[in-house]
């Protein structure tokens, strides 16, 4: 499709457990963010790439979280040992624009529950 | 640092009746200023963005928002709200300065529901 692809679309786990998200962009698009949201606390920015420049990991809430892109393309975000604080719907976003004034294009998100 | 502020969790407004729904912002230069929508179990939707220029922004679904430098606010705006309007409504700001780095950073969202 055309549009950004996250899976997959519902996960459960139990605690302690590993987990991948996936994150496929828009075809063309060089930014790619990733973002947390949990019931009544908004979007929480995780990390951002562009290009091939140093990812910025300021919003990795700790060293249980990481993320790669491969290829300037495909994103994969892990979290290791998951506790259940780490519940919540994850959202992958792209933008083609390389300044920041573009509008980020949003998936539907990767639904963790941690049991 | 930026920052976004959103006062009302939650508005309610009747069917065609005019809607507003208010944001504020703090970044240390220019902003970047967005709106999105939300609706049940799916992503968010771009609705309109202010960059530049005009400080009345035009977007989709009919939407509108007013960018006021001096009070730091950028609120959304429909003259007449439909029920199918109903859905969670996020402000977002990014800082235009070199060094603001390149994060868009929301708001905790405002439910708008409109009855009939």
């Known amino acids: 499709g055309a549009g950004v692809s996250q899976s997959p679309s519902n996960k459960v786990t139990e605690k302690g457990k590993d987990v991948e998200l996936r994150c496929d962009p828009i075809?063309?698009?060089?930014?790619l963010y990733w973002y947390r949201q949990s019931l009544g606390q908004g979007l929480e920015f995780l990390i951002y790439?562009?290009?091939?420049?140093?990812?910025?990991k300021s919003g990795l809430p700790s060293d249980r979280f990481s993320a790669e892109r491969t290829g300037g393309s495909v994103s994969t975000l892990t979290i290791q040992r998951t506790q259940q604080e780490d519940s919540a719907v994850y959202l992958c976003?792209?933008?083609?624009?390389?300044?920041?004034?573009?509008?980020?294009?949003f998936g539907e998100g990767s639904r963790l529950t941690v049991l | 640092a930026q920052s976004v502020a959103q006062p009302e969790d939650q508005v309610n407004v009747a069917e065609g009746n005019p809607l507003t729904v208010k944001c504020t912002y703090s970044?240390?230069?220019?902003?970047?200023l967005f709106w999105y929508v939300q609706y049940p179990n799916r992503g968010l939707q771009f609705l309109l963005k202010?960059?530049?220029?005009?400080?009345l922004v035009k977007g989709s679904y009919g939407f509108e928002a007013e960018f006021n430098k001096s009070q730091t606010s950028f609120h959304l705006k429909k003259p007449s709200a439909l029920v199918s309007d109903s859905a969670l409504y996020f402000c977002?700001?990014?800082?235009?300065?070199?060094?603001?780095?390149?994060?868009?950073?929301f708001g905790t969202g405002t439910q708008l529901k409109v009855e009939l």
């Open positions: 976003a792209s933008s083609q624009d390389r300044g920041r004034a573009g509008e980020l294009f």
């Open positions: 075809s063309g698009h060089t930014a």
């Open positions: 790439f562009q290009g091939n420049s140093a990812p910025d």
């Open positions: 970044v240390s230069g220019n902003p970047y």
């Open positions: 202010y960059i530049t220029g005009d400080n």
């Open positions: 977002a700001v990014r800082d235009s300065a070199a060094g603001g780095g390149n994060k868009l950073t």
